[in-house]
Structure formats: structure tokens, C-alpha cells
């Protein structure tokens, strides 16, 4: 059977690359012509003024997983239904399936609980864009981190750089993806907001510019003194700061937000860049390597075929 390249409008735009490109671009491409598809710099990225996000609270939210279900109907997902043989859309994790969950926290002695919404933080310098080497995610319209399927190889170094464990590769697909939340960003152009908030019956978690949600949190702080853990906005320096936003009475770190400071995780990312990817130098060494190692190989075989034919008259199959 042959099977044929994507055509024009599925594997290839003529703004972006296609699969086929970007191996080409790995065997002769120029530092200039490599560089113009990195990440911009740390200095270059940032929230935009217009950014959007989500701001969710712990003590609001009633755990019924609305969201979970609108999240798979809007996004055309396959529902989650592994669990329940089939029947109910059970997903214990972010998956291929999942861009949006609600897990619940409990203490090992029942006195502490707390659910919890789990999406793509949509970081301000996301470490996921700084990592990708040919720029399949990066920042777009009102800060929402993007992924371009023409550009994307599959390397999966988004997966790895993430610091929240969000970005989920399509094991199963012929044609895999990178599946993880946009903010519904197909609905916005239609002055609809994300399917999560637009179904939650008690507005656990709400939609709107980062910087009225950030004012938002911090007037429900200041209403309640002592309701939320350390009186803190996670996200609005956290990381770099993110575009979806939490408030919490119970510690952030027990719900799986990770308490590493206010640094951005995306300089590793440009490390990365720096000395793997510029000007092609480690790619052509790899290359070279592994193209010596299989024409020492052949050619081992070509001799041990010749002296096989000698000894039983019979020739080689290969």
C-alpha cells in the first residue's frame, strides 16, 4: 500500500510548516532560517493588556462536573468512559480524552477536603512554548497558548517543560495531537466564553480579562479575611504568572499547584534552544553519528552476506 503526504489544508497552511518541512528544515536548514521559527524572548512574551483567563474558588465549587462534561461536548472529545465499561464519562486525570477535570482532595484523616479544577494554566511565559523547538505552541490572541498542528513533530519536550502536567499526547490517533485546554478560543469570536463557565450552576470558576479577575479575587480576600490560604491569589505571581487564577482554603501545593516560586520555568526552554537547535550543530553531529553507525553495520553485512554465498552457493535475501 502507499501512503501519501497530507495535502494542502490538512498537513500543511501557508503560514506554518508541514511535517514534511520540518524534517527537511533538520537536514539542511541555516541558523537564520531555524531561528525565525523559535519562541520570541522572555523580554517579548508577556500577558497582553486584553488578556483572558478563568479565576476558580475552592469554596464555591460544588463538584458536580458540569464543566468536565460541556468541556468534552464543545471541544468535539471523545468522552472518557474507560472506568465505567463504557457507560459514564469518568476520567481520573487529565488525558488525550480531557482538557479539563475536577478532582477532589481530601486529608489521610478526612478533617480537609477540597475539589479542584485542573485545565491548562494558560502561563504568561509558558514553558511549554519556550520549550516546543519549532513554535507549535506559543501565545496568541488575548494570551491563550496555542497549539499549531502543521508545526508540531510529536517530540512531546511540551509534556516534559510543563510544571503542571497539562499537555497530554494522543497515544492512540494515526494522527496524534496535543490536547489540552484553549479557553474554548473557537467560541470567543462568537461572543460565547468557555463551555466550563458557562455551565457552572454556583460560578465556581468565572470568565473574564485577567486583570478584573485578579481584582476580583483580591476583593473576595479582602471580604473575607482568613477564609483563603495566606490571603494569596495563586497565579498572579506564581511562575511568571498565569492567566487562570485560584483561590483556595486549603494549601495550594495539596492540590497539586506547585510551590516553586514566582520564576518562569520558560528560560530552560531557551537553554535548550541555545545550545541543541542553534545554527543545526548538535542535530548534524546526531545525524552523522547515526548515519557512520549504520554504514559500518551495512557494510558488515554486505561482508558476512559474501561470506554465507561462499559457503552455501546461496545469495543473500535481503
Not at 137 to 145: F, P, Q, R, T, W
Request: proline share 6%.
Amino acid at each position: 500500500m502507499t501512503r501519501h503526504g497530507p495535502q494542502r489544508g490538512s498537513g500543511e497552511t501557508a503560514e506554518g510548516f508541514s511535517r514534511r518541512d520540518l524534517f527537511r528544515i533538520g537536514a539542511s536548514a541555516s541558523a537564520a532560517t531555524l531561528a525565525a521559527t523559535l519562541p520570541a524572548s522572555a523580554e517579548e512574551r508577556g500577558a497582553p493588556a486584553d488578556a483572558l483567563g478563568l479565576l476558580y474558588d475552592t469554596t464555591v465549587c460544588i463538584g458536580c462536573k458540569a464543566c468536565v462534561a460541556a468541556c468534552t461536548t464543545a471541544n468535539n472529545l471523545e468522552p472518557d468512559t474507560e472506568l465505567s465499561g463504557g457507560i459514564w464519562q469518568m476520567p481520573t486525570d487529565l488525558n488525550s480524552q480531557t482538557k479539563n477535570i475536577i478532582q477532589l482532595y481530601r486529608s489521610p484523616d478526612g478533617a480537609e477536603s477540597s475539589f479542584m479544577k485542573r485545565q491548562c494554566m494558560q502561563c504568561v511565559d509558558p514553558a511549554c512554548a519556550s520549550a516546543c523547538p519549532f513554535n507549535a505552541l506559543s501565545k496568541g490572541a488575548y494570551g491563550i497558548v496555542e497549539w499549531e498542528p502543521t508545526r508540531c513533530i510529536g517530540c512531546r519536550f511540551c509534556e516534559i517543560s510543563c510544571p503542571f502536567d497539562v499537555p497530554r499526547f494522543e497515544w492512540a490517533k494515526f494522527n496524534p495531537r496535543i490536547v489540552k485546554c484553549e479557553l474554548c478560543r473557537h467560541r470567543l469570536p462568537q461572543g460565547l466564553q468557555p463551555a466550563c463557565t458557562e455551565v457552572c450552576p454556583v460560578s465556581a470558576v468565572i470568565f473574564g480579562k485577567r486583570a478584573d479577575l485578579l481584582r476580583e479575587a483580591h476583593r473576595r480576600i479582602d471580604a473575607n479575611p482568613g477564609k483563603y490560604y495566606q490571603n494569596r491569589v495563586y497565579g498572579e505571581q506564581d511562575l511568571g504568572g498565569t492567566q487562570v487564577v485560584y483561590l483556595s482554603h486549603v494549601p495550594f501545593a495539596k492540590l497539586g499547584l506547585p510551590e516553586v516560586g514566582t520564576e518562569s520555568r520558560a528560560h530552560y526552554g531557551e537553554k535548550v534552544h541555545g545550545v541543541i537547535y542553534k545554527g543545526m550543530v548538535v542535530p548534524a553531529i546526531v545525524y552523522a553519528g547515526l548515519a557512520f553507525i549504520m554504514r559500518r553495520r551495512f557494510n558488515a553485512h554486505e561482508e558476512h552476506a559474501r561470506d554465507e554465498q561462499s559457503k552455501t552457493g546461496r545469495e543473500d535475501q535481503l
